[in-house]
């Protein structure tokens, strides 16, 4: 009978297949979940041409070995699993393949993240839950993934999801993903479920990323009630992990081209700070500042001076730092250059908006895909001179101020959250205008909310 992906897993010989078996495998264990997957729209990011890939000769990516056309999410989610494989079978090189020299991911921190998730890996049935999880994750991404939740719903309504990780949880409550599930032990099944629960609300790549605020951390309370918190977190925490290894699959499959050396740092510096919060030992504001800490601390050592996140300026840099996958001394000061350059009541409305915690300090506004708008500004601009580059990120900068919307701290009142979409500019920052005027979105303003 032929092996299955379940077999390899549990007959421990992930590390010896070959990664084109990997990928034929895991679809036919996974056919039906990953074929979802082909209707998620084109990923915002890119420039348009054909995703880099190293399977067969052919140097194809997983989708194109698969379908014979490329698919985003596909490309992203295979990756994700071979990122795993590529871990567990210490090929140092092929996870790091095509990460830009400057900050690659070095062997040590490899070897670091491998001592941090290897011991869990000794149980397949672990691995199998993370495997899961990695597969269904973006299911909630296809927009007929809404149609079947409705047809299973007595209502018949069907809604639209802005979050595509609220539409994944609907889709556990109706039993569309009780095949994948099955798979697992009733523990881990009920570990997986609980993280795309808590997933739902809770976004950590938002934290190290500086593009949430600590009330958007307390989603992660609902792991202290859970019998098993410390496993049911970490396959989460690892889940996460890898999406974000594979996260630039769309465009370069051949590699975890985004699980760079200070995203690692940040993710290894999280895992335990995240995890005192579950077990009471830090508060969600303490649990922020450590991370925003860590994050000043890494650019530090590259020669930038150490910023505090106790400070409100200081808070709003680092925050604009992580938000910009900032890594080196260099686009640090052009950040800060930027930054400073403000007029003082933009930047002071930029600081403001920036040190709202959304607990009971008023209304706090995370810019959902800030992170992509810098990153996407950065690779138009990735040949620009300095000062072009201080110019456009200034530029951005005020764009947030005006997305803010006014946001700011207002001690003893009612904490709440609110979440602007900044995509449609993203669309700006690729056009020839933009080239042609740097200071294009001086004069933009998000469309109003429905």
């Known amino acids: 009978m032929a092996r299955t992906f379940t077999d390899i897993l549990f007959r421990k010989e ?15 264990d996974f056919g039906p979940e990953i074929d979802h997957l082909k209707g998620v729209p084109r990923a915002v990011e890119g420039d348009g041409n054909p995703p880099k890939g190293n399977l067969t000769e052919n140097g194809f990516s997983p989708s194109r070995l698969l379908f014979g056309e490329d698919f985003d999410e596909v490309n992203r989610t295979i ?34 993240l491998r001592e941090r998730v290897l011991p869990s890996w000794e ?34 309504d069907k809604h639209d999801h802005e979050n595509h990780d609220e539409c994944l949880a609907e889709a556990v409550e109706c039993g569309i993903l009780d095949k994948p599930l099955s798979r697992l032990s009733d523990a881990r099944r009920e570990e997986v479920v609980l993280g795309i629960n808590v997933g739902a609300t809770l976004n950590i790549p938002q934290l190290t990323q500086g593009e949430n ?66 077990t009471n030992e830090r508060s969600l504001r303490e649990a922020y500042d450590a991370v925003l800490q860590n994050r000043g601390e890494l650019i530090a050592e590259k020669g930038f001076p150490l910023l505090s996140p106790t400070d409100p300026s200081h808070r709003a840099l ?31 409305a930029l600081i ?35 000062e072009d580059r201080v110019i456009a990120l200034q530029s951005l900068m005020g764009f947030m101020v005006r ?38 979105l001086d004069d933009y303003t998000l469309p109003e909310e429905s």
Not at 239 to 252: P, Q, Y
Not at 329 to 340: G, P
Not at 361 to 382: H, K
Not at 430 to 439: G, K
Request: net charge negative; hydrophobic share 40%; proline share 5%.
């Open 318 to 348: 680092l925050r604009l730092f992580a938000m910009g996958r900032v890594a080196d001394q260099a686009t640090a000061e052009q950040f800060q250059d930027a930054f400073q350059g403000l007029s003082d009541t933009t930047r002071e």
């Open 123 to 156: 149980d397949p049935d672990y691995l199998l839950a993370l495997i899961v999880a990695l597969v269904v994750g973006d299911m909630g991404k296809d927009p007929h993934l809404a149609g079947e939740i409705a047809a299973r719903q007595s209502t018949g």
């Open 352 to 386: 403001n908006g920036m040190n709202v915690d959304g607990i009971n300090d008023g209304n706090a506004v995370v810019l959902y895909y800030m992170p992509a708008l810098f990153a996407e500004t950065l690779r138009v601009l990735r040949t620009a001179s300095s």
């Open 14 to 28: 992930l590390a010896s297949i070959r990664d084109e078996e990997l990928v034929q495998l895991l679809y036919a």
């Open 79 to 112: 990756t994700n699993v071979r990122a795993v494989k590529w871990l567990f079978a210490n090929e140092y090189e092929a996870f790091t393949a095509n990460q830009p020299a400057v900050v690659k991911l070095s062997p040590k921190t490899f070897q670091e």
């Open 403 to 440: 997305s803010f919307d006014g946001s700011k701290p207002q001690p003893d009142q009612l904490g709440s959250i609110k979440e602007r979409n900044v995509s449609p500019a993203v669309d700006l920052v690729r056009s020839q205008a933009f080239h042609d005027n740097l200071r294009l």
């Open 213 to 278: 605020v600590p009330g958007s951390l307390q989603p992660l309370l609902r792991f202290r009630g859970h019998r098993a918190h410390g496993e049911a977190f970490n396959i989460k925490y690892q889940e996460i992990i890898f999406d974000v290894s594979g996260a630039g699959g769309h465009l370069d499959s051949r590699g975890a081209t985004r699980m760079i050396e200070p995203v690692c740092q940040s993710f290894l510096q999280a895992w335990p700070i995240l995890s005192d919060v579950i």
